[in-house]
């Protein structure tokens, strides 16, 4: 069995490499814009897994006719996607790339899986696609929608373009044999950019430990198991489904900060001062993993559920999603996120720069409420 795997960030995509190799697949194929990260992951699996199957292919999902290349050389069966950009303040000041990466990119290799015929499409989402209140979780919800509707029969063709190259390719959608799974979690341990490298980072140099709000929480999952649940979902998952899984109880970040400070033998406020610096652009102070109109029903593992979500037809997100395509390219970031906000009604933007996008809305629907 052929694997593709692709990532950002490196932590997951490395990790399901590990472990997917444990099931001695036919071929691995990691696929990757950043060099050094792949670099390393090569160097790791080749030690521990035959060369003959493992294959580096680096590549940007946003280049249609190289990841067109890919699926056609390679014939990847399953396709674990986890390539995004995903930090919050950064995608806040730079929308039309998130749209690119997270939204356009997606589609892209979503659309190669259906040509070619892979069997499952598994999709690394994140909790911040819940309500979201920032371009970066906007973005996710999105393709969330739009990998949902490649399930949905009852639309006739999928269509491929590249003007480029005059690529136009037509394929019945009843015929189609890939099943599409989102998986939907928090935040994992460890990973590059996140709060815990970066506690450490200024704990060490006997810096202020930096806290943007003193009530502030977010979940947490280690890596190997994150992955461990993204495999075991994509397994069983038969089409259409986003599987949530139990994250625990949220973590309150100002008291991480204090237990970090305390394990590295000082006492918080005395040896090293925490700082609240205040929340960032797009950023909540608690993340959900579902919203108030979504339920879940049980799997048979105790920390995958299903979430219930409202389905949506093929034809309307793609029309929609080549709109917003269109107004990426005009470089006008406030039509952009005017465009995401129609397609995600519920994004509504925290301590950002968009909230003025919001007025119209909020004035509807107060107005809908009383």
Known sequence: MKRLVRWLPPE???????????YDPEMVILCDQAESPLHEIQLEVEENFTKE??????????????????????????????????????????????????????????????????????????????????????????????????NNYEEKVLELVNPEQKFYKKKTLNDNKTRFVTTRFGNVLGSSGSVIPRFRNQIQQGKAVTVTHPDITRYFMTIPEAVELVLEAGSVGEGGEIFVFDMGEP????????????????????????????????????????????????????????AKVASHPYTKITEDIAILGQITQNNNELDVVKKMKEIVPEFIS???RFEDLDQSYESVKEEVTH
Request: hydrophobic fraction near 45%; proline fraction near 5%.
């Open 53 to 150: 199957q493992i294959r580096v292919f680096i590549a940007d999902i946003n280049n249609f006719n190289r990841m067109y290349y890919m699926f056609n050389h390679y014939r990847p069966e399953i396709i674990f996607h986890a390539a995004a950009y995903k930090h919050v303040p950064m995608m806040e000041m730079n929308p039309m790339e998130a749209v690119m990466t997270n939204v356009m990119g997606t589609k892209n290799i979503a659309d190669l899986a259906v040509l070619f015929d892979a069997k499952k499409f598994v999709m690394v989402s994140t909790d911040k696609a819940v309500n979201p209140t920032n371009v970066m979780g906007a973005t996710k919800r999105i393709a969330e929608v739009y990998i949902q509707s490649l």
């Open 251 to 306: 973590v309150k970040i100002i008291d991480l900060a204090r237990n970090m400070i305390k394990l590295a033998g000082m006492e918080p406020d005395i040896d090293i001062p925490i700082l609240v610096t205040g929340l960032r652009p797009g950023e909540k102070l608690y993340e959900e993993l579902l919203n108030e109109d979504e339920k879940t029903c049980p799997t048979h593992h105790k920390k995958i559920k299903i």
């Open 350 to 352: 925290k301590n950002s």
């Open 12 to 22: 997951i995509g490395s990790e399901i490499a590990r472990q997917v190799l444990n």
